[in-house]
Structures are given as C-alpha cells and as structure tokens.
C-alpha cells in the first residue's frame, strides 16, 4: 500500500487492516495523531485524508490505501506556524496539548472550506473532539481569530503575557 503522508511517498507495510493511527503512530513514527480512546469518540487521533478530517483510530490502512494524509506536522512548521497554529498559541488554545493536534486539524479544515468567525460554526466544525483541560473557550476564541485573520505578536504570548486578557489584567 501506498500513502503520501506529508507530502511524502511512504509504502506501507503495516497489514490490511491497521488502523491508520498505529500506521502513522508505529510505522512511521508520526506521533503527533494520539490514541485517547481509540472508539472514534475524542477526536484527538484526528488526521486529514484528502483534506477531510478523520478519526484515524476507525480506519484501516487500506481503506485509505493511495490517500493523501495530512498530520499537524504537515500545515506548518515551528518556524512558520500556519494562522490556525499562531493563534491557538496567542488564544492559549492548548494546555496540556494531547487533544490539540486533531483540533487544529478539524479547524484547519474548517477554515480551508471557507469556515468564518461564527461561534456556532465552530462548534459545530469541532463537535465531538474532547478537551480535558481548556473548557474550549479558549479553542472557539483562537479558530475565530484565524477565521477573521487576525494577526499575533507571538514573541509576547511566548513570553508567558496573557495576550487574551486587558492590559489591566496582566
Ligand atoms: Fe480516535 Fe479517540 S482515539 S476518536
Ligand atoms: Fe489538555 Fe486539551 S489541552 S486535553
């Protein structure tokens, strides 16, 4: 079997029936998709297939035999983060990071179909992806801010400010 994974030509030797979570995971070391409940009920092993978000846990490799797989490491890099990725760092979007790879995936694909700022789209775009620590205001808060292209001063969010809050509060 055949994947791009990335946008590189992997094969596959994983048999048929692999979910494409352990492929990813234990094959080719791409570890940023995560096992949480491996039933298709968190979310967090979310990847891009085609550009669709998909819960990896539920796929057999060969069902997706000639896809194109995106990961997080695949829309941007430390050095240029994509615009979903700034402002999930300028929002604090993440806390102890294991749900937020397939959420800035499923988000990442919502605003490449043309998502907006609307809350409720959000949800919606986000429904069934489970977060244990941020309480998801935080998630809605950064996507809405990409959908509106807003631009961030991460050299100050890196530095522990709270960019999300007034000046007074800091
Ligand atoms: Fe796939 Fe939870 S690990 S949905
Ligand atoms: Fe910890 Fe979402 S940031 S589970």
Do not use: W
Not at 44 to 52: F, I, M, Q, R, S
Not at 74 to 87: D, F, K, N, W, Y
Not at 142 to 162: E, I, K, P, Y
């Amino acid at each position: 079997m055949k994947l791009t994974v990335n946008g590189v030509a992997r094969e596959i030797e994983s048999p048929l029936l692999t979910p494409l979570l352990a492929v990813l995971r234990e094959e080719l070391q791409i570890t940023s998709p995560k096992a949480g409940c491996n039933q298709g009920g968190c979310g967090a092993c979310t990847v891009l297939v085609d550009g669709e978000p998909r819960r990896s846990c539920l796929l057999p490799v060969a069902a997706v035999n000639g896809a194109e797989i995106t990961t997080v490491e695949g829309i941007g890099t430390p050095e240029r983060l994509a615009p979903v990725q700034q402002a999930f760092v300028h929002h604090y979007g993440a806390q102890c990071g294991f749900c937020t790879p397939g959420f800035l995936l499923a988000a990442h694909a919502y605003l490449a179909h043309g998502g907006t700022d609307d809350r409720a789209g959000i949800e919606e775009a986000l429904a069934g992806h489970m977060c244990r620590c941020t309480g998801y205001v935080k998630i809605i808060d950064a996507v809405a801010a990409a959908a509106r292209g807003d631009s961030f001063d991460l050299s100050t969010t890196a530095a522990g400010r709270f960019t999300t809050h007034t000046e007074a509060a800091r």
